[in-house]
T-cell receptor, first 117, second 114 residues
Framework: AQTVTQSQPEMSVQEAETVTLSCTYD???????LFWYKQPPSRQMILVIR??????QNATENRFSVNFQKAAKSFSLKISDSQLGDTAMYFC??????????????FGKGTKLSVKP | KAGVTQTPRYLIKTRGQQVTLSCSPI?????VSWYQQTPGQGLQFLFE???????NKGNFPGRFSGRQFSNSRSEMNVSTLELGDSALYLC?????????????FGPGTRLTVT
């Protein structure tokens, strides 16, 4: 069975600084996707970034980037130039790729990020 | 395009009752998944429906059931409610784009069981 672990329950960062959220996962699968989701206090879950396991290049989306270490089964999220609007719960998630279809999301417990002015 | 909508947004029920939650996916999305979010267990997958058929199921008791209609709207039902069923229930709809299932979440239904 796949598991996702986020070892940092809470983190804080000053506005405009950089913060890195950690995530490790365990799987015997070779084809899968990894995601970071953001859930602000309003509760709507939003996809921040995704990484295909077959891609060696780390994904980036504006101020968000990941460090994907497949052999180490590590998938960290770096937020640059943190903004107050980045305050939220961040969930790391795993999803199997069956080729013709994709499985359900398996989430970590989340990291509560607070951006301080 | 309108996003995923869930109704009701808040619900209070008594132990032993049953409840039905509704999810309307984004237009054109044929897959709907349900997740339960609690402080203790985090986010857990309940089930997924695609074209009115349950395609995948999580590890929840039979009190949790769902269905999907021909217009892709989905409902989940919880019978004989227990205090531990208090949670935020999230629905997500998805469509396939370039071999990848793009998934979008709704705002959730907050269920409180007293």
């Amino acid at each position: 069975a796949q598991t996702v672990t986020q070892s940092q329950p809470e983190m804080s960062v000053q506005e405009a600084e950089t913060v890195t959220l950690s995530c490790t996962y365990d799987t015997s699968e070779n084809n899968y996707y990894l995601f970071w989701y953001k859930q602000p206090p309003s509760r709507q879950m939003i996809l921040v970034i995704r990484q295909e396991a077959y891609k060696q290049q780390n994904a980036t989306e504006n101020r968000f980037s990941v460090n994907f270490q497949k052999a180490a089964k590590s998938f960290s999220l770096k937020i640059s130039d943190s903004q107050l609007g980045d305050t939220a719960m961040y969930f790391c998630a795993f999803r199997r790729d069956y080729g013709g279809s994709q499985g359900n999301l398996i989430f970590g417990k989340g990291t509560k990020l607070s951006v301080k002015p | 395009k309108a996003g995923v909508t869930q109704t009701p947004r808040y619900l209070i029920k008594t132990r032993g009752q049953q409840v039905t939650l509704s999810c309307s996916p984004i237009s054109g999305h044929r897959s709907v998944s349900w997740y339960q979010q609690t402080p203790g267990q985090g986010l857990q997958f309940l089930f997924e429906y695609f074209s009115e058929t349950q395609r995948n199921k999580g590890n929840f008791p039979g009190r949790f059931s769902g269905r999907q209609f021909s217009n892709s709207r989905s409902e989940m039902n919880v019978s004989t409610l227990e205090l531990g069923d208090s949670a935020l229930y999230l629905c997500a709809s998805s469509f396939r784009l370039a071999g990848f299932d793009e998934q979008y979440f709704g705002p959730g239904t907050r269920l409180t069981v007293t």
